[in-house]
């Protein structure tokens, strides 16, 4: 990740959040934004994390590596996403791996800074209840859905999340992908998720080639998608 300087443009993104009416100045002058670029990762499973990220623009993928080796997704998050707001209360190392799927930035501030400063804070520890609260919900939440919804309702919310726009009509309706290993993380097999696009594709719905997967029929994504379960 590439850290911007301008300390104008980080301002205006603490502005545009909630994050002014949690932090003092004292803490803001803490806090440095950075960029990342599409499939960054901000953190792995198993990293021990020093700051607490507040994703300000972009989207990320939050999902976690079983003991087979398999990658299994979470969710996905819009802003304002947190991350490190359990390895914060906790002190463990973090238990998933977040990937942003869109360019996007994000603030940082250390866990240095909170620990000192805003370990008894009514009006943070608030905030970070309600977020904690909410992972809690989306966790069990997606443990279900990958469970009980079909792979290909699974694959069509996968696509809306990963593309740029989602469901907007403006949306670009390529997913650029070499190998389908790259979005099996749908708590199923290679080969099952294969059958599935092939399906998909004698319908009319995608297409794949040349290294990526064409959207041709939007409406029945959208459709397939059932909400977007992943969000």
């Known amino acids: 990740m590439k850290e ?20 003092d100045a004292a ?34 993928k939050i999902f976690t590596t079983l003991p087979n080796g398999k990658s299994l997704l979470l ?5 304002l996403a947190i991350i490190g707001d359990v390895e914060f209360v906790t002190r463990l190392e973090a238990r998933n791996t977040v990937e942003f799927v869109h360019p996007g930035k994000l603030i940082a501030l250390p866990f240095k800074v909170l620990h000192e400063r805003y370990q008894n ?16 919900y989306t966790s069990s939440n997606s443990t ?25 009509p403006t949306a670009s309706d390529e997913l650029k992908t070499a190998k389908l290993t790259e979005v099996a993380e749908l708590g199923t097999s290679y080969r099952h998720l294969n059958r599935v696009i092939q399906s998909m594709s004698a319908s009319g719905i995608i297409e794949r080639k040349r290294g990526a997967l064409h959207i041709h029929n939007r409406k029945k994504v959208v459709e397939l998608a059932s909400g977007n379960i992943y969000e």
Do not use: W
Request: hydrophobic share 40%.
């Open 75 to 79: 969710r996905f998050n819009n802003p």
């Open 121 to 136: 804070h009514p009006g943070f520890l608030q905030f970070i209840l309600q977020k904690i609260s909410h992972k809690l």
């Open 144 to 168: 279900s859905l990958n469970l009980l919804y079909p792979v290909e309702n699974r694959f069509a919310s996968y696509l809306l999340s990963t593309l740029e726009g989602g469901t907007q």
């Open 27 to 60: 803490a803001i002058r803490e806090m440095h934004l950075y960029q990342a670029e599409k499939g960054e990762l901000l953190c792995a499973k198993g990293d021990v994390l020093q700051h607490m990220y507040f994703v300000v623009e972009g989207k990320i």
């Open 4 to 23: 911007i300087h301008d300390r104008a443009v980080l301002h205006a993104f603490i502005e545009n959040s909630c994050l002014h009416e949690l932090f």
